[in-house]
């Protein structure tokens, strides 16, 4: 195999037949059929960990219209002949993605819905011309294809399809369900109960009639990323959430894996940078590697030589619930989240399956939603007592978080403060500007250890708030950093020496002592480069306290 590609794709057939990189998690087909050959399994893992690539594979290998023994051939799985000669192209497959359903509306939604069913039908339609199904199964065949379908074919819409192919093929159907969650989390997203409620009897029906006393079905795989309950088809079926050690290293890479891959794309160096922003996962037992993110690193890596890293996949689901969270007004998160983005641990109650419909109802739902989700993991293998500790899985994910804390702090920052901080400034009254600054971060999430950074975005927010613009930013020196803000409406430029104290008691002292030193060499700065509106201040911060000293 040439290892000199790697794959951005979830078409499993196209990796192996185009010669890219393969992380071979062929033997999950071993463990799932081997273990449970007639059950219904769901499993879920966060977004970018793998689940489409691995239902298109089992679609390969169980397919009954294709011939997979050359696809399979030196793959793990070819380990196991017996198993293979036993399943290998040996049922009929029905897959069905959800990923492309959902909408603002329940309309919208099941319009949506039907089309996904319609293109399904498509790549069956040669069970109409087959001559073995029963009439009224190729009625509602039919109008699924043309898109006409009405609730009740909709509801009943797999069962039917799973019923044909059990006529025209003689043997009952494996069935497949991709992203099962994504209808259910786009409602959510909307706010509106009723079509939460709508949208979850609509999927939980399409399930129940699939899978519940189906004699069409041989066994079943539903893939998610959040779990749901309040159905009854989630209660005989065998369950792998993120909780689960069993089928862990299937979703995800281990190190090993990963290792393997850059040492094959001659980026062995890129190892520790790769762990700090796409691992971290803790699965079962099992440390992963988020597979999305590490292909999309090595596949940027290899074509631009990029050395700035993408984002880390995140699900749908999971990014409404972060952006609910990361809200400065939601009390009950903004300790722990800070917690977190301080390189912490916390303590949650975990909810498996999501009990509520709307996840914003319950506190556990939050914190589950992220974990289900990938925006957290688990910091020990073990769990005691109901609580799980939780954390922050890498850098990637700690700069999603982030983001989101920048976007709501702009968002829901006290227009009337900050108004009274950028007053206090032009005015160079400096108590004024300390009391409004620190009643601002006083109301804001920190991060990073309260590093320069957090005190940077939270002053570039007031500004910006105001219509002023930080236009640099450079250092100043040990725990020290120069800002230059022009204030358009003022016609003048603010030079802020940002100064990161040690204590609580030294912000004052820290700013004297910083006048001091940069008297001089401001007098020089104003005169080279024409600022002679120019105002400089120091403003010294510790945690959520600050301190602004003008020069006179």
Sequence with gaps: MDTKAIAISSQFEEVVRQCRYLVDKTELMYELMGTYPDEVTYITRPSGFGKTMNMRMMESFFDMRRDSAELFSGLRISAHPEFCREWMNRYPVLLLSFGDVGGETYDVFFRALKKSLSALCREHADLMERGMAEPGDVKTFEHLLSGKANPSEVEKALQTIMRMMHAVYDRPVILLLDD?????????????????????????????AATKKNEHLKCAVVTGCLQFSGDSIFTEVQRFTVEDPKCSRYFGFLQDEVAGMLEALQLSDKLEKVKDL???????????????????????????????????????????????????????????????????????????????????????????????????????????????????????????FRDEVRARFEE??????????????????????????????????????????????????????RGLMLEATRGGGKKRAMLRVRDGAAQSVFRIALILSERRTALMTDCNAVIRQAFDKTLKI???????????????????????????
């Design 412 to 465: 829901k920052l006290d227009a009337d403060a900050a108004a009274a901080f950028v007053t206090a400034m032009r005015q160079k009254n400096g108590q004024t500007a300390s009391d409004m600054l620190t009643e601002i971060l006083s109301g804001s999430i920190s991060y990073g250890h309260y590093a320069e950074a957090y005190y940077i975005d939270v002053l570039s927010g007031i500004f910006k708030s």
């Design 180 to 208: 099962y969650d994504v209808p259910l989390s786009r409602a959510e997203a909307t706010g509106n109960e009723e079509l939460c409620m709508q949208v979850r009897k609509t999927i939980f029906g399409i399930l129940r």
């Design 526 to 552: 104003k005169q080279a480069e024409g600022d002679e509106k120019a105002l400089f201040c120091a403003i010294a911060f510790y945690a959520k306290r600050a301190y602004v000293k003008f020069m006179k």
């Design 278 to 400: 796409y691992g971290g996962y803790l699965i079962g037992d099992t440390e992963l590697f988020c597979p999305g993110g590490v292909a999309d690193y090595i596949a940027h890596m290899k074509k631009a030589g990029r050395k700035k890293y993408l984002p880390c996949h995140m699900s749908e689901g999971s990014e409404r619930v972060l952006w609910k969270f990361v809200n400065p007004g939601r009390s009950d998160a903004s300790a722990p989240v800070e917690a977190l983005l301080h390189g912490g641990t916390i303590s949650e109650e975990i909810s498996q399956p999501l009990a509520c419909v709307m996840l914003s109802d319950d506190r556990k739902n939050l914190w589950s939603a992220l974990l289900m989700g990938g925006c957290l993991t688990r910091a020990d293998k073990v769990s005691a007592g109901g609580s799980v500790r939780l954390r922050i899985p890498n850098a990637g994910i700690e700069d999603l």
